[in-house]
């Protein structure tokens, strides 16, 4: 299964490189960042399940630490690259916005639901301080993976990551 990362790995390092394909087709790199998304899922479900030992997608899904020099930051970089692949395209949805709303509602609707509380003020400004709080919390966070993302996604940075990426998976693939 150690193919199965190579792989993404591959994949994912020359995705990680569209910035250096905008000046040839700005649809090309389009469609480099929309797969990328996909990539970048798939190389987090298989870091998380060879991070947790979750054995999921099968047992030795990393190299062995002693398979090349810098074989045991292997996890490292899946987990730099798939970051980078899914924040590039998702970096301007507002999640804190969309995330509180969807809390605001499901809290007004458990108070209606569970208590019974019919009164439109009540239920109003449990929806609003429900809303403002986590919207606070989680503008926070929000303003910390965009900084991450930008970082990630600045065209040289890209390009660095996606090289080593390739790198990576070369050589796990010739383990």
Same mark, same amino acid.
């Given at each position: 299964?150690?193919?199965?990362?190579?792989?993404? #790995?591959?994949?994912? /390092?020359?995705?990680?490189?569209?910035?250096?394909?905008?000046?040839? @087709?700005?649809?090309?790199?389009?469609?480099?960042?929309?797969? /990328?998304? %996909? !990539? +970048?899922?798939? =190389?987090?479900?298989?870091? =998380?399940?060879?991070?947790?030992?979750?054995?999921?997608?099968?047992?030795? *899904?990393?190299?062995? @630490? &002693? $398979?090349?020099?810098?074989?045991?930051?292997?996890?490292?970089?899946?987990?730099?690259?798939? %970051?980078? %692949?899914?924040?590039?395209?998702?970096?301007?949805?507002?999640? $804190?916005? *969309? !995330? $509180?709303?969807?809390?605001?509602?499901?809290?007004?609707? +458990?108070?209606?639901?569970?208590?019974?509380?019919?009164?439109?003020?009540?239920?109003?400004?449990?929806?609003?301080?429900?809303?403002?709080?986590?919207?606070? #919390?989680?503008?926070?966070?929000?303003?910390?993976?965009?900084?991450?993302? &930008?970082?990630? $996604?600045?065209?040289?940075?890209?390009?660095?990551? +996606?090289?080593?990426?390739?790198?990576? +998976?070369?050589? &796990?693939?010739?383990?």
């Amino acid at each position: 299964m150690v193919a199965l990362t190579a792989i993404l #790995l591959i994949l994912g /390092g020359v995705f990680a490189a569209a910035p250096l394909f905008k000046r040839a @087709s700005k649809g090309l790199e389009r469609v480099m960042v929309a797969l /990328g998304l %996909l !990539i +970048g899922i798939a =190389i987090f479900v298989v870091a =998380i399940d060879a991070a947790l030992n979750l054995n999921y997608l099968g047992t030795n *899904l990393l190299p062995a @630490s &002693t $398979a090349f020099p810098y074989a045991s930051y292997t996890l490292v970089v899946m987990a730099v690259l798939g %970051l980078l %692949l899914f924040s590039r395209p998702l970096r301007n949805v507002r999640w $804190a916005s *969309l !995330i $509180a709303l969807g809390v605001g509602i499901l809290a007004a609707a +458990g108070i209606h639901s569970f208590l019974g509380v019919s009164s439109n003020i009540v239920l109003g400004v449990v929806f609003l301080i429900v809303l403002l709080i986590v919207y606070t #919390l989680l503008r926070f966070v929000e303003d910390i993976l965009e900084f991450i993302g &930008t970082v990630l $996604a600045f065209a040289p940075i890209a390009v660095i990551i +996606g090289l080593v990426s390739i790198y990576f +998976g070369i050589m &796990t693939y010739g383990v």
